[in-house]
């Protein structure tokens, strides 16, 4: 196994903070940007790099670790050759750029799509990869590789799920390729999707040998056990989404008179997975309506949901805001509803945190099955639209907030500050 060089001196050593860093989804904007806020409190003055995922690693692919019988070998071959590349000296000006990073901005992509950005988005994503490709052969990923060889501490932050594909086989090189060069990798801020089979036997083997594991739910914890971690190397956290500030009034005020959310409007975000056929929300819709409510179609994700909630807005003539504000402007918007019905976890964090009830509704993952295990003892039962009768299920829980509305927002009020207490366990 390969050694940290002798020459990455105690005085160049740093905190790495690996996160999503541009990304379309203001949930996982929330997660980074409290994250990196949350890792600079705690270390103080150590010098912190912040980074991405990993670029320059495109000619590692699941391909071959599909194709392997032992794929644990492949992840140790390649991570020991990109390790024996490791570079400690300073003086690299993209390496500067990382290390001075510390910033908490995340990029938020597709504010706004209409048929243009789509089709540029597209050519854009196309065009990076095929820029990837070419830098792979020139050793860019040098330049990164400097900073985790000088690291101490190296946190990856999920910012959202680790799911089945190359980007989480890429990122477990990176960390494989930290561990060998004797940083501290510190697993957080992440729920566990992964099927997989050999994709999830390097998850396990890679965070076995992880000094800290936190996880957002049960759940993902019961999934990374199959994988063989050991249960009791596992702790369990509300992700930094819950360290996100309620929005102030003038900030609900502004995107209230933007957005022209009146008293007695309902939030409903409905993910693209559980948003069709539109026709089975009719009797959701109707029974709000009778209520006298006014519904606007919502999502943390505009990129990813338009397809269906344009469905749904077109049947039933239910106005979607369509540009998607950063999280603390998102917040704003949900702060000024009655109450919200979300299949969308960090619609529903946001909600929470805002100390408007939320309604939840599963969508084709156990996110929100885990979230509300976390939160605790929140009334509200999350609905399966699986199952036959869930439409009556979530008319029933909609009456029950709107009956005990104040209730559940004092619940809410109470519970808050012992979320962020939690959730600063992402970063031990």
Same mark, same amino acid.
């Given at each position: 196994?390969?050694?940290?060089?002798?020459?990455?001196?105690?005085?160049?050593?740093?905190?790495?903070?690996?996160?999503?860093?541009? #990304?379309?989804?203001?949930?996982?904007?929330?997660?980074?940007?409290? @994250? &990196?806020?949350?890792?600079?409190?705690?270390?103080?003055?150590?010098?912190?790099?912040?980074?991405?995922?990993?670029?320059? +690693?495109?000619?590692?692919? *699941?391909?071959?670790?599909?194709? $392997?019988?032992?794929?644990?070998?492949?992840?140790?071959?390649?991570?020991?050759?990109?390790?024996?590349?490791?570079?400690?000296?300073?003086?690299?000006?993209?390496?500067?750029?990382?290390?001075?990073?510390?910033?908490?901005?995340?990029?938020?992509?597709?504010?706004?799509?209409?048929? @243009?950005?789509?089709?540029?988005?597209?050519?854009?994503?196309?065009?990076?990869?095929?820029?990837?490709?070419?830098?792979?052969? #020139?050793?860019?990923?040098?330049?990164?590789?400097?900073? /985790? $060889?000088?690291?101490?501490?190296?946190?990856?932050?999920?910012?959202?799920?680790?799911?089945?594909?190359?980007? #989480?086989?890429?990122?477990? +090189?990176?960390?494989?390729?930290?561990?060998?060069?004797?940083?501290?990798?510190?697993?957080?801020?992440?729920?566990?999707?992964?099927?997989?089979?050999? *994709?999830?036997?390097?998850?396990?083997?890679?965070? $076995?040998?992880?000094?800290?594991?936190? =996880?957002?739910?049960?759940?993902?914890?019961?999934?990374?056990?199959?994988?063989?971690?050991?249960?009791?190397?596992?702790?369990?956290?509300?992700?930094?989404?819950?360290?996100?500030?309620?929005?102030?009034?003038?900030?609900?005020?502004?995107?209230?008179?933007?957005?022209?959310?009146?008293?007695?409007?309902?939030?409903?975000?409905?993910? +693209?997975?559980?948003?069709?056929?539109?026709?089975?929300?009719?009797?959701?819709?109707?029974?709000?309506?009778?209520?006298?409510?006014?519904?606007?179609?919502?999502?943390?994700? +505009?990129?990813?949901?338009?397809?269906?909630?344009?469905? /749904?807005?077109?049947?039933?003539?239910?106005?979607?805001?369509?540009?998607?504000?950063?999280?603390?402007?998102?917040?704003?918007?949900?702060?000024?509803?009655?109450?919200? &019905?979300?299949?969308?976890?960090?619609?529903?964090? @946001?909600?929470?945190? $805002?100390?408007?009830?939320? &309604?939840?509704?599963?969508?084709?993952? @156990?996110?929100?099955?885990?979230?509300?295990?976390?939160?605790?003892?929140?009334?509200?039962?999350? #609905?399966?639209?699986?199952?036959?009768?869930?439409?009556?299920? =979530?008319?029933?829980?909609?009456?029950?907030?709107?009956?005990?509305?104040?209730? *559940?927002?004092?619940?809410?009020?109470?519970?808050?500050?012992?979320?962020?207490?939690?959730?600063?366990?992402?970063?031990?």
């Amino acid at each position: 196994m390969t050694t940290k060089p002798k020459n990455a001196v105690a005085s160049n050593m740093q905190v790495v903070v690996i996160t999503n860093l541009s #990304t379309a989804n203001v949930g996982n904007q929330a997660i980074s940007e409290e @994250f &990196i806020s949350l890792v600079k409190n705690v270390h103080g003055d150590d010098h912190i790099a912040v980074m991405g995922r990993p670029g320059g +690693l495109d000619a590692y692919s *699941l391909a071959d670790i599909e194709s $392997s019988d032992d794929p644990r070998g492949v992840l140790d071959g390649w991570a020991s050759h990109l390790a024996e590349m490791a570079v400690s000296s300073t003086g690299s000006h993209h390496e500067e750029s990382l290390a001075s990073g510390a910033n908490n901005h995340v990029a938020l992509r597709g504010a706004s799509l209409g048929g @243009f950005a789509k089709l540029k988005k597209r050519i854009t994503h196309h065009a990076r990869l095929r820029y990837r490709r070419w830098i792979d052969k #020139t050793g860019a990923y040098r330049d990164r590789l400097n900073s /985790i $060889s000088r690291a101490r501490i190296v946190y990856y932050s999920g910012a959202g799920e680790v799911r089945d594909g190359n980007v #989480t086989l890429r990122q477990l +090189l990176e960390l494989r390729i930290a561990q060998m060069l004797g940083a501290s990798v510190r697993i957080t801020n992440q729920g566990i999707l992964v099927k997989n089979k050999k *994709l999830g036997d390097l998850l396990g083997y890679v965070y $076995s040998q992880a000094d800290a594991i936190t =996880l957002r739910g049960p759940l993902s914890k019961d999934r990374l056990v199959e994988f063989g971690v050991d249960a009791d190397q596992i702790e369990l956290a509300p992700d930094t989404g819950f360290l996100s500030e309620e929005a102030d009034e003038a900030t609900v005020n502004r995107v209230r008179a933007a957005e022209g959310i009146k008293p007695g409007t309902v939030a409903l975000a409905v993910p +693209l997975a559980i948003s069709g056929p539109a026709e089975k929300w009719e009797p959701v819709i109707s029974h709000l309506r009778g209520m006298g409510k006014d519904i606007v179609l919502v999502t943390n994700q +505009l990129s990813r949901d338009m397809k269906g909630l344009e469905a /749904i807005s077109q049947m039933y003539d239910i106005r979607i805001i369509d540009h998607q504000y950063d999280y603390r402007d998102y917040m704003g918007i949900l702060a000024g509803c009655d109450f919200i &019905i979300s299949g969308r976890m960090h619609t529903n964090i @946001f909600g929470l945190m $805002s100390c408007v009830p939320v &309604i939840p509704i599963e969508a084709d993952t @156990f996110k929100l099955h885990d979230l509300f295990a976390m939160v605790g003892d929140y009334p509200i039962e999350v #609905t399966d639209p699986g199952k036959p009768d869930w439409q009556q299920e =979530l008319i029933s829980r909609i009456d029950m907030v709107e009956r005990d509305n104040a209730s *559940l927002r004092d619940q809410m009020q109470a519970r808050r500050p012992e979320l962020r207490h939690e959730a600063l366990a992402n970063v031990n």
